[in-house]
């Protein structure tokens, strides 16, 4: 499976994690997805990684302009091509 994905509106974080294996540490990258960009997840990647963008709970004032920008609203349009591996 490979992901693609379009972010329009306020800036979010997606965060990469590791899927738990026996003996391996897991590793967390954070990629920030401001107005207008592209995230492109490939099916390697995909097997080995964890994707996600969870919900901002900080209070607005601790909010830079770019997360409140939109209303602080943002859109997603995801594009999946599903298959076993």
């Given at each position: 499976?490979?992901?693609?994905?379009?972010?329009?509106?306020?800036?979010?974080t997606m965060?990469?994690?590791?899927?738990?294996?026996?003996?391996?540490?897991?590793?967390?990258?954070?990629?920030?997805?401001?107005?207008?960009?592209?995230?492109?997840?490939?099916?390697?990647?995909?097997?080995?990684?964890?994707?996600?963008?969870?919900?901002?709970?900080?209070?607005?004032?601790?909010?830079?302009?770019?997360?409140?920008?939109?209303?602080?609203?943002?859109?997603?349009?995801?594009?999946?091509?599903?298959?076993?591996?």
């Amino acid at each position: 499976m490979f992901l693609s994905s379009l972010s329009l509106g306020a800036q979010r974080t997606m965060v990469l994690r590791t899927k738990k294996t026996e003996n391996a540490e897991r590793s967390i990258q954070r990629i920030t997805l401001p107005h207008n960009s592209a995230f492109i997840l490939g099916q390697e990647t995909n097997r080995v990684w964890l994707h996600s963008i969870k919900a901002d709970k900080r209070p607005e004032s601790l909010k830079r302009a770019d997360e409140l920008a939109y209303g602080g609203e943002r859109i997603s349009l995801t594009f999946r091509c599903i298959g076993p591996f």
